[in-house]
């Protein structure tokens, strides 16, 4: 059984030319399944009851289940949703507001169960990689929360820095950032949409290839080649050198700013020293850096973060030697915010 939430407009003409249907069937259940969030194959109203009975014969909508909704007092939200298979995924709904113009929902979904790339301070590295996850499962995390958001302000921003490395199931998270862009479907801006890597280098080069505006975020974490092998074992196959090499060539061929996430560790990487490192490293590049206080996780409860002064401090510091940098506002810290911490204390009691 195939889910309809992993189809497009072209795989939904090939099924209704097989069903012998007319081709304005695609555009229809197109429309029911990626643009009005439907949650039953059988609230298709104006399709036919033939058509129907057949889709719910030999497809199925790849809907999840909602296992724990968590509120932070922030108004931030962590959904752990259970796949058909039994497994689980987490995403987390950030809510920006201020004045108007800037208010936007953003999630940010998984793109695998679970992570092979073992970084030390994430618990979903923690537990190694099940499986990749299908375009409809990816989707499918901002159709489920625009349906718990009911009409309100929608999900406007996706940023693929939940479960998982996109990286490595890149084809279906590009489908995804398609069907999402889909102006047939949920219309959120492609500029809108951040895909994040670990650096996995020879993805990066093919990311460059695909010509499109979304905007790409390397986990940095660390200004050395020493440190960052310690908290990101993916650093020992691809080196410093080699990431930055990559990304100058993804500018060079792209344009695009590039953004990097550094999750700033007390007594780790936060010395004056590592300002002028990542001077070094950054030079040349169109880029920000995002510095992020660190979530300590179980397995690396030894990680603290600095101080909000020293923070500050070490940002004002990027800045006058021309880093354009800034501290990551910190989301959802009563409940779990980091990625993978809802879905390692449902493990535990299973
Ligand atoms: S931080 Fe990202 S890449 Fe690293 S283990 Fe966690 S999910 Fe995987």
New binding site residues.
């Given amino acids: 059984m195939s889910e309809l939430r992993s189809c497009d407009l072209r795989s939904l003409e090939e099924m209704m030319q097989q069903l012998q249907q007319p081709s304005f069937r695609a555009k229809q259940i197109f429309g029911w399944v990626h643009q009005k969030n439907i949650t039953d194959i059988t609230q298709m109203s104006n399709i036919g009851k033939n058509l129907l009975a057949m889709l719910q014969n030999e497809h199925t909508l790849g809907v999840m289940q909602l296992e724990k909704r968590q509120v932070s007092a922030d108004g931030t939200e962590k959904y752990l949703f259970r796949l058909s298979d039994g497994e689980f995924i987490e995403c987390v709904l950030m809510r920006y507001r201020g004045d108007m113009s800037k208010a936007r929902n953003t999630l940010c979904v998984s793109s695998?169960v679970?992570?092979?790339?073992?970084?030390i301070?994430?618990?979903?590295?923690?537990s190694g990689l099940v499986r990749n996850l299908s375009v409809g499962e990816i989707v499918g995390q901002v159709y489920e929360v625009n349906a718990l958001l009911g009409e309100k302000m929608p999900v406007g921003n996706v940023v693929f820095?939940?479960?998982?490395?996109p990286l490595l199931n890149l084809d279906n998270v590009l489908k995804a950032i398609e069907l999402l862009n889909d102006v047939q479907g949920q219309n959120i801006g492609i500029r809108r949409m951040t895909i994040?890597?670990?650096g996995i280098v020879p993805q990066i080069a093919r990311l460059a290839q695909a010509q499109k505006d979304f905007v790409l975020a390397i986990?940095l974490h660390a200004p050395n080649d020493e440190l960052r092998s310690q908290i990101?074992p993916?650093n020992e196959q691809y080196p410093l050198a080699m990431l930055m090499n990559a990304c100058r060539e993804y500018q060079r061929v792209t344009k695009k700013r590039l953004s990097f996430e550094y999750a700033l560790i007390k007594g780790f990487n936060d010395q004056e020293k590592h300002i002028k490192q990542l001077e070094m490293l950054l030079k040349g590049l169109d880029c920000h850096l995002n510095v992020i206080p660190v979530n300590p996780v179980a397995g690396a409860g030894h990680f603290q973060k600095p101080s909000r002064e020293y923070i500050s401090r070490f940002v004002q510091g990027l800045k006058k030697v021309g880093v354009n940098a800034s501290i990551r506002e910190e989301k959802g810290k009563d409940i779990d915010g980091a990625?993978?911490q809802l879905r390692g204390k449902i493990k535990e009691l299973s």
Wanted: aromatic residues 4%.
């Fill in positions: 695998q679970g992570c092979a790339m073992g970084c301070f994430c618990a979903t590295g923690q820095m939940g479960m998982g490395e994040s890597t670990c986990s990101m993916i990625c993978g």
